[in-house]
């Protein structure tokens, strides 16, 4: 990575990755452009403004959506778009009482969908003995990941900001009622999405340096990986006191929130829940 | 969607979506920019020109995906870029023979990674109980799928072309070893990057109007749904014919690949074989 930095784009190129790294070895990119800048600037937004989406807006970022992969054409995965006061009230008490779910001017959640292929089975007299595979459950929750990603760099073209919400895996079969979702779907995570309010002020949060993340031809975890992540802790550390957060550094913060059933709101019966929605994990 | 045509920009946009649904009613998109124009022409590419990818590209495109949400900041992904041409070979002999992960640049598998909260756990002597649960599982899925798109969208912001490769899953413990994956690792898919072939031509593939997939307040299967579907198949076996494919339509072609565990190429046993592997899925 000592390539010179030939103008004011690829300086750009490694402004941008500096922010998103902290770290003096960050990539400094030969070559740049829009929406590579668009990328590299992302953050999550939890603050809104109260205006609505412009029309044609939504059916623009689904189309987004729609062309990402899918795993064999199957396309199956869903998304549900939200408007209704009252429904992203009741949602969001059901992701533990988050606020932006309930400010946000359209709340999106997005489904894997096995139920149109078992439909057009059914119909067709046709067995789909494969849906209840895990290796189908893979493939909704990917289809519909691939697909969400798409639409929030189209949101994000747009002026408009998001944040995932994973925890529309708190309560899983309340959430399914809400949005009556039939046999074989279920909610794999929502997004809040709207006008990011301008006077909430929100930083590109810091990641691991590439070191931890990419490997060259097989996979290693050694003093480069380690000094990746001491150097997060430390930069992430930073960025909690600039956003006027705990500091508590990227490793506590991230084993809190893996240490045990306890700490994850609910999660640790997704499995069974799943099950006795008639979701095939086989 | 009856908003009128503004300008230039707003009829690509109009063209685009009509390239991807080919349909009278598809959306006609009142905001349009490059990076829409970009996201709505993806296509999968299979034949690649034999150049390398230029110097700090991977690394553009890995800072792209870091830039990604990850849930909770746990990034709980790894991705390893493989691109001796012994290793692509024997890559693409487990993933059933596929050329193109022999000819392209550099294939790329995206992990799903719990051994980095793992080892830290272990070396400040914390619990990480929570990584066995089916939660952290479909967690390191979604945080490596929505890196890989990312990845996607930046790879072709600089000329490049690629491919999903499923098929990583049909011998996860085969590739495992060929990456030295640890325990709590396991490859997602696989995708081979490169320079595509202007000789080999490719077009956008249809997809299923927005009526089957985006649903208001509630998930819906009707009439609307069912047209969408019937619409898709006479439109797919146009794409079908126009590449020179069998013209088997897209219902056909679907179920053919959900009818049961011999249509899954090895994946019926995906469950049992990661559990082997020592990944949980309680």
Redesign the interface.
Known sequence: ?N?PIKDAKTLE?AA??FA??RRDD???????????E?????R?HRAFLPQKL???????I???A????T?????V????????QE?KNRLAELAGGQQHVRDCAVFLVW?SDL???E???KA?G??????P????F??G??DA??A???A???LE??GLGS??I?AM?NKPEEVAK?????HN?FA??GMAVGYPDPAVETG??P??G?A??????????GEA?LDA?NTLDAK?RDFQKEQNLPEQG??R???S?????D??SG??R??EI?ESMGIG??
Do not use: C
């Not at 412009?54 to 623009?60: D, H, I, K, S, Y």
């Not at 046709?126 to 849906?131: G, K, V, W």
């Not at 809400?178 to 039939?182: D, G």
């Open positions: 990575m390539q190129g941008a990755t998103r790294y960050s990539p400094k990119p030969t070559q740049w452009n829009d929406t590579l668009l990328l590299l600037a992302h999550s412009p029309e044609g807006a939504l059916e623009t689904v189309a987004a729609q062309s990402a992969s795993s064999s054409n199957l396309q995965w869903s998304v549900v778009a939200v408007t209704d429904r489904l139920h149109r292929l439909q057009l089975a067709g046709r067995e789909a003995a494969a849906l595979y895990l290796e189908l893979m493939t929750v990917v990941a691939l969400a990603q798409n929030v760099v189209a073209s747009l944040v995932y994973g895996r809400e949005l009556a979702l039939p779907v794999v995570f590109v949060k990641r691991l590439q931890a993340v990419l490997h060259h031809e097989q996979y290693s975890f990986q992540v992430f990227w490793i913060q991230v084993l929130r893996v240490r045990g059933p700490a994850m999660r640790h997704l499995k799943l994990l086989k």
